[in-house]
């Protein structure tokens, strides 16, 4: 924060209380008696009015003082929003979002069509147990948040089966993580001011929720000397600056570099949250909010997953959010957060997931269907797997060519982070020798009409947008610097969608150069797992059986990692 802000924040903060120290709403709540005398009550109204303005201008000033001065990772972000706010309707072909390549598993949608032909209704009470409240009884029923009873019967089991100690733990079902139930941890748990504390880079839209709730947010940067992950030792350091914080937002595998952590990782990191809780009182613990959503995604056949929710000690405080729309039954709409008892009646607020979705995803968790979806998972990772080999050498291709032509820049125009991915749906790559380049005659910068060169990745991201219809999300998102030009680029996408968006950004930056021309040779191939087709386009026709073939197998494309060792 600059001087400038800290002055007039400051000001503000000392003269509301003395302007406005008169108006305070309790005196004036018990006015509806006045309604029988106009004078008094045209003066109640006009008292009224000054709260609402007043309200609104302490409002608007945080807003204000915010945008003028803030820290540049909010700034950032808000550039970013405003950027995705601006989207225009052109068809663009999106690397940036992970919404989900493959379809829904084949006992997924025989659950849909159970649950739709079923004689049940989907509003009436379907818990086993009720709850008395007051003089009421409290039914909940199937778009309660609690979830319905088949779903929570198999949430149970199947965490048991991951380590979870189902003594201490209950169960939220929610329409998603950032939509409903961050911000019901937000709301339950915390109280604005409160401190969180983050890693970068990470996932910007929790960074910009959290913003929302004015919550005093600290930000760790981490990178490729820890292999992007972070460490008891820089954990240690968060704590011990920050010791009175609230929550630590903790991605696994992360997003956007897609590193996961092992279970001796996980235990290291337990160790630090255990003991410092130990000091605090059981209502003012750090939390530890664990967004799990890529869990069954592990690009690394070398490793595989652990919550850190099911750490001996982890219970009491964790709040483990899954999402089955991106690896378990895409389409669904349904997320699901494994709170500590002593706290789900504080968090679990407002209304589920439809009935027919949550019928559906507790077919996903029932013990007695984990081999065929272990099956579904191991079809999607291979599938996920080529595609990161395909959009690589895409990558790769592009970079030769313009080094070649132009080989005396210090930094190669297109270069893919060195970090292999373990797990997620997505990897970054860099264009740092591209910053600074002109933009082409005839373009318009969107943020900027008279702008005339690229002096950020976010830049460029509205350049190539606007002139070839390929959308990436800049890494200002995830809280890289603008001049490490980087982006993410998300692998769940058709191949064919991956061919035409690199060709379409090959366009665009032989735009910006236009000595050079660069075309891109790789053809799509068909690649057919168990029931899933890749070639084929999901989002245009109804959902059908696809023909079983033989599947191809691990080693035919990920053979140790091999392909994404050669750069």
């Not at 109280?191 to 910007?204: A, M, N, R, W, Y």
């Not at 929720?209 to 600290?218: A, E, G, S």
């Not at 920050?242 to 235990?267: C, D, H, W």
Request: glycine residues 6%.
């Amino acid at each position: 924060m600059s001087p400038f802000g800290n002055l007039i924040k400051s000001v503000l903060k000392r003269l509301a209380p003395r302007l406005f120290s008169n108006l305070e709403t309790p005196k004036i709540t018990n006015l509806k008696v006045a309604d029988r005398n106009p004078l008094i009550k045209s003066a109640a109204d006009s008292v009224r009015t000054l709260l609402n303005s007043t309200s609104n201008f302490i409002d608007n000033a945080h807003d204000l003082l915010n945008q003028i001065d803030t820290d540049p990772f909010t700034n950032n972000m808000r550039l970013v929003r405003q950027y995705f706010d601006h989207r225009a309707e052109n068809n663009s072909k999106i690397l940036g979002s992970s919404n989900p390549l493959m379809p829904m598993a084949p006992l997924v949608r025989k659950a849909i069509v159970s649950a739709s032909e079923s004689k049940r209704d989907p509003y009436t009470m379907t818990a086993e147990k009720h709850q008395r409240e007051g003089n009421s009884w409290r039914y909940y029923g199937s778009r309660s948040s609690q979830g319905i009873t088949e779903l929570r019967r198999a949430m149970y089991e199947y965490c048991e089966d991951q380590g979870f100690n189902t003594e201490q733990i209950d169960f939220m079902v929610t329409h998603s993580i950032p939509g409903s139930l961050l911000p019901a941890v937000c709301e339950g748990a915390l109280e604005k001011g409160d401190q969180i504390l983050l890693t970068t880079p990470s996932f910007g839209p929790f960074y910009t929720l959290l913003d929302d709730y004015r919550f005093n947010l600290t930000p760790t940067r981490l990178n490729a000397d820890t292999d992007w992950k972070m460490t008891p030792e820089i954990l240690e350091k968060m704590l011990a600056e920050s010791p009175n914080a609230r929550m630590f937002v903790f991605i696994n595998p992360g997003n956007p570099m897609g590193e996961t952590y092992s279970k001796q990782e996980l235990e290291a990191l337990s160790e630090v949250f255990i003991r410092h809780n130990q000091n605090r009182p059981p209502e003012k613990q750090l939390l530890v909010f664990s967004d799990e959503v890529a869990k069954n995604c592990i690009l690394d056949e070398d490793k595989t997953f652990t919550s850190i929710g099911s750490i001996p000690g982890m219970e009491d405080f964790t709040i483990t959010a899954w999402s089955l729309s991106k690896d378990q039954s895409p389409g669904l709409g349904i997320a699901i957060g494994i709170i500590p008892r002593n706290m789900i009646e504080q968090i679990r607020k407002g209304e589920g997931p439809a009935f027919a979705s949550q019928y559906a995803a507790a077919e996903v968790f029932k013990r007695e269907n984990q081999e065929e979806m272990s099956k579904y998972y191991e079809d999607s990772v291979v599938i996920y797997r080529h595609h990161f080999k395909l959009a690589q050498q895409y990558v790769q291709q592009l970079n030769q060519s313009l080094n070649t032509i132009l080989d005396t820049r210090e930094v190669p125009f297109i270069s893919h982070e060195p970090h292999i991915p373990d797990g997620g749906f997505q990897f970054v790559f860099s264009t740092k020798g591209l910053l600074g380049f002109k933009f082409p005659e005839g373009y318009v910068h969107t943020p900027n009409p008279g702008q005339r060169e690229i002096k950020n990745s976010l830049d460029l991201a509205w350049y190539l947008r606007s002139t070839c219809k390929v959308e990436l999300v800049p890494g200002e998102g995830f809280g890289f610097d603008g001049d490490e030009m980087k982006f993410r680029v998300t692998i769940s996408k058709r191949e064919g969608i991956l061919k035409e968006a690199f060709e379409g950004i090959n366009k665009g930056i032989s735009k910006l150069i236009p000595s050079i021309e660069v075309t891109n040779n790789l053809e799509v191939s068909e690649i057919k797992v168990g029931f899933i087709d890749t070639t084929h386009d999901f989002s245009r026709e109804p959902s059908s059986p696809r023909n079983i073939v033989k599947q191809p197998s691990a080693k035919d494309l990920h053979t140790s990692r091999s392909f994404l060792l050669d750069r």
